[in-house]
């Protein structure tokens, strides 16, 4: 499978944990800490996708610092959202 290919299943999986996040906005429906770890599992696969988008090999770690790409901000968002 091609970088591209991977990178898209990891973002509809992040539009997926994002789905959640919707539906579970009333505080009385979800309890804060595992709305935090779908909020952080909805980012550690937006960031996986940019990396295995730019070739790199994502770490295996929930370490949202590790995970982010090498360059910097800018150099590494711009192309994928412009």
């Given at each position: 499978?091609?970088?591209?290919?991977d990178a898209l299943l990891l973002l509809r999986l992040a539009e997926r944990h994002l789905g959640s996040?919707?539906?579970?906005?009333?505080?009385?429906?979800?309890?804060?800490?595992?709305?935090?770890?779908l909020a952080q599992?909805?980012?550690?696969k937006l960031l996986k996708a940019?990396?295995?988008?730019?070739?790199?090999?994502p770490?295996?770690?929930?370490s949202l610092q590790r995970r982010r790409p090498v360059a910097g901000?800018?150099?590494w968002v711009?192309?994928?959202?412009g």
């Open positions: 499978m091609s970088p591209a290919e996040l919707r539906g579970t906005l009333d505080p009385a429906t979800i309890a804060d800490e595992d709305w935090g770890f599992q909805t980012l550690e940019l990396l295995v988008l730019h070739c790199q090999e770490p295996r770690s929930h901000p800018m150099e711009e192309p994928v959202v």
